[in-house]
Each structure stands twice: as C-alpha cells, then as structure tokens.
C-alpha cells in the first residue's frame, strides 16, 4: 500500500495535499474504532471521567464542520448547531454524547467531511492565505492553511485518546 498526501484532481496543489491529510485521518479513525460495542464507544475511562469514544468523535465533527463554515466565509446554520450541539457545555467541557451508535456518528462525521471536500474544491493555493477568526469567543486567528493542517492534527490527538480508552477497556 502507497502512503501519499496527493489530493483528488478538482483541488489545487496545496489545498488537495492538506486535505489529503484530513481524509488520511478519518481513515485511521474510522479504522481504529470500527467493531466497537456500545458499551465501548460509551466507555469513559477506568474512574468515569475522560471524555468517551462517542463525545471525541461528535467533538471532532463539531470542530470540522465550524471550519468549513469558516472556509466559506459562512455562519453555522443553526439547523446544523442543533443537529450537531456545541462545541462545549456550560461547565466549558466537550457534551455528553451516549447511546448514539457508532455508525450514527461515523455516517454523521463523514457528511462533515463531504461538506469540506466541498469547501476545499472551491479554494485556490491562494486562499489559504486567508485569515479568519476562530476559538469558543471567535478571540484567535488562523490561516485556512493552518484550520486545515488543524483539522487532520486534531483527529491524530483524539485517536490517541481512543487509542487509550480501547486499551483500558480491554483490560477491565
């Protein structure tokens, strides 16, 4: 199997390469947590109090679909911040998700991706440039470059914490 970050052919170079890395991630997630029980995509560590399968995966879906608004240079309908709640609660944590399965949130997570492949093939090399604001109070700047590189680092550090609560939940 050949490793690449080339991306599809109706992005431009720069664009395609770093959603190339997006889509590489989702791959790893959705590999590393197909075949989960409910009862593992709930599990929330050995003391009850890390954030579940099912919470990081809603997380990163959230998180994804703020920055492709924000690519295109959109607010979040409020249909979809129904849909998919907020990025935290009132105590500044990621929501409780449970009893959603697994394929519920992967089918969802993955519409977020079609939106931003949607998003990207609009893009030029030259509009990563581009700055927009982001955080909970809209108090940082970024590149779409960087919301991009972001976007694949994010799901890498929440695969690690999966990575761990399947090693926990196993040993149980």
């Known amino acids: 199997m050949l490793h690449d970050l080339k991306g599809p052919a109706h992005m431009t170079p720069g664009v395609g ?4 890395a997006v889509r590489e991630n989702s791959a790893r997630l959705r590999s590393i947590t197909e075949g989960m029980s409910q009862d593992e995509v ?11 399968t099912a919470q990081l995966i809603r997380h ?24 998919y709640g907020p990025m935290i609660d009132a ?10 399965p697994w394929s519920t949130l992967m089918s969802q997570y993955e519409e977020v991706l079609d939106r931003l492949d949607e998003a990207c ?3 030029t090399d030259a509009d990563l440039d581009r700055v927009v604001t982001f955080g909970h109070d809209n108090e940082k ?16 550090y929440h695969q690690a914490q999966i990575n761990l609560l399947r090693k926990w939940f196993r040993e149980r």
Not at 42 to 52: K, V, W
Not at 93 to 100: A, E, H, T, Y
Request: hydrophobic share 45%; aromatic share 8%.
């Open 121 to 123: 093939a609009q893009l």
């Open 17 to 20: 390469m770093l959603y190339a």
């Open 60 to 83: 990163l879906a959230v998180v994804d679909l703020n920055w492709v608004f924000r690519i295109q240079g959109e607010p979040l309908p409020m249909s979809l911040r129904q849909q």
């Open 42 to 52: 709930d599990y929330r560590g050995r003391e009850n109090g890390m954030n579940s």
């Open 141 to 156: 700047q970024a590149t779409l470059r960087w919301g991009l590189w972001h976007i694949a680092d994010h799901s890498r």
């Open 91 to 100: 105590n500044q944590r990621i929501p409780m998700v449970q009893g959603l």
